[in-house]
Nanobody
Framework: QVQLVESGGGLVQAGGSLRLSCAAS????????MKWNRQAPGKQRELVAV???????NYADSVKGRFTISRDNAKNTVYLQMNSLKPEDTAVYYC??????????????WGQGTQVTVSS
């Protein structure tokens, strides 16, 4: 069974920084794209950043230049460094990853989410 566990959320003042982590565990054969998403109260979940297995990245326009996604393949972990945080970044942040386990077609797994609150 595969699990994704996020950590690193919290309360920070505007202009501050946080670093989120998401570690995948279980009988993992390979991991393809790893992504960070967020959902603010009353809003739809949105994609924030993605790192593909080839190391290429994509970001939502709203976070470009402020957030950086990175990945440690040896630890099956993806990170999201968030700088210059704004109150509008307040949301529950979720990671997901497309993971292949032995003998099973790959599918997307989700973490439980971590709260990020940015005060003005």
């Amino acid at each position: 069974q595969v699990q994704l566990v996020e950590s690193g959320g919290g309360l920070v003042q505007a202009g501050g920084s946080l670093r989120l982590s998401c570690a995948a565990s279980g009988s993992i054969f390979s991991i393809f794209a790893m992504k960070w998403n967020r959902q603010a109260p009353g809003k739809q979940r949105e994609l924030v950043a993605v790192m593909h297995s080839d190391g290429s990245t994509n970001y939502a326009d709203s976070v470009k230049g402020r957030f950086t996604i990175s990945r440690d393949n040896a630890k099956n972990t993806v990170y999201l460094q968030m700088n210059s945080l704004k109150p509008e970044d307040t949301a529950v942040y979720y990671c997901n990853a497309e993971i292949e386990v032995p003998y099973v077609r790959s599918k997307v797994y989700w973490g439980q989410g971590t709260q990020v609150t940015v005060s003005s």
